[in-house]
């Protein structure tokens, strides 16, 4: 009964978000995930991992397929999701710590910069 309600709460709470709202929250996710397979690959809980970096890899892929191209920077933000995408397949091959140490603080750059253009614009 209660997990209804929250189901509801989360349905009402995500279609109320602005565009710019949402897009923090892709990121915020992303890089949670990103996190969790960092910590899964230090206890070897490779099933976690490969979740957590598919999922990574489904957010960058949504964030790519839903680039509006009437800007031009979108582009630029094609290539570096596409960038994402290969890393990702690189950290899925290669279960290796630091392509994660390398692709976090990129994530984390792009998100603060959205978070800063929302703040100042809005438009997002």
């Not at 009437?70 to 950290?91: A, N, T, W």
């Not at 290796?96 to 253009?117: G, N, S, T, Y």
Request: hydrophobic share 40%; no cysteine; aromatic share 10%.
């Amino acid at each position: 009964m209660y997990q209804d309600g929250y189901q509801q709460y989360k349905m009402q709470s995500v279609n109320t978000m602005t565009r710019g709202e949402m897009l923090l929250l892709l990121y915020d996710e992303l890089i949670k995930r990103l996190t969790r397979a960092e910590l899964a690959l230090e206890k070897e809980d490779y099933e976690l991992f490969d979740a957590s970096v598919r999922r990574s890899g489904e957010i960058v892929q949504y964030l790519r397929d839903t680039l509006n191209t009437e800007f031009s920077i979108s582009r630029d933000l094609q290539k570096m999701y596409g960038f994402f995408l290969y890393e990702l397949g690189r950290l899925q091959a290669s279960r290796k710590k630091a392509v994660i140490e390398e692709l976090r603080p990129l994530v984390i750059d792009l998100r603060d910069a959205f978070r800063e253009a929302d703040k100042t614009s809005g438009i997002l």
